[in-house]
């Protein structure tokens, strides 16, 4: 069933939470392994620092790319003015990062059965969020050659999951991270392309230290 499913994932999840903890210091790294891809020019890595004073996080990303508020999300707006993309306009890609408060108010868009979306009102629950996580990501399966996701714990003591999603799926690299009791927040890497796994893996394969970048020096800072 469904609601037993979604429990089990959760419950995993702090399983997996407590084993992690255990067995690593909060000063390690998360870092994926590395495949091969084709030999393409890229721009020089460097790093710069989104530290807005009115954002509750901050955090490291590319200096060739460009951080933009995000103004829609199904076509209104976002519940909080904390959610920004970080686009690649080189790539053709972006990262779409959603803010979310944990315990707070929020619309939620539920599906009609004529296809139209109605908003309904609710509370951000932590629980609810991570099975959301899992189930955004599941929605790729059916073009997806794999999914796999793995625990992460940063530098900054933060926790959460990236998802690594194989074949040709809008998007291949999803993750969030959260401190369970107040921040929570979502990113994936998109492309204004038609997906296709070979064309895209030498960037993303790029783009993968990237993310790890801006994943290891994210922070929650407590401006709001």
Known sequence: ???????????????????????????????????????????????????????????????YAQVIKDSTFFDSNPENPYWINIDFPQFGGR?????????GSATYKIKMPDGTYK?????????????DAFKLTNKNESVAS????????TPNGLTG???????????????????????????????????NVDSLRPVQDFLQTDIEHLINTFKWTGHQ
């Open 95 to 103: 990262i779409f990062l959603s803010y979310k408060i944990i315990g």
């Open 1 to 63: 069933m469904p609601f037993v499913s979604s429990i089990i994932r959760i419950a995993s999840f702090f399983c997996m939470l407590l084993c992690f903890a255990a067995l690593f210091s909060c000063n390690s790294n998360y870092a994926s392994k590395r495949t091969g891809y084709f030999k393409v020019d890229f721009p020089e890595r460097k790093y710069v620092q989104f530290d807005n004073k009115d954002f509750p996080y901050s955090f490291e990303y590319p200096a």
């Open 161 to 195: 999951v990236f998802f690594k999603v194989g074949g040709n799926a809008a998007t291949a690299k999803q993750f969030f991270l959260s401190d369970t009791t107040k921040n929570f927040i979502r990113g994936a890497l998109y492309f204004d392309v038609t997906p």
């Open 146 to 153: 794999s999914i796999k996701d793995s625990l992460m714990h």
């Open 119 to 131: 908003d309904s009102l609710g509370i951000n629950v932590f629980d609810k969020m991570v099975d």
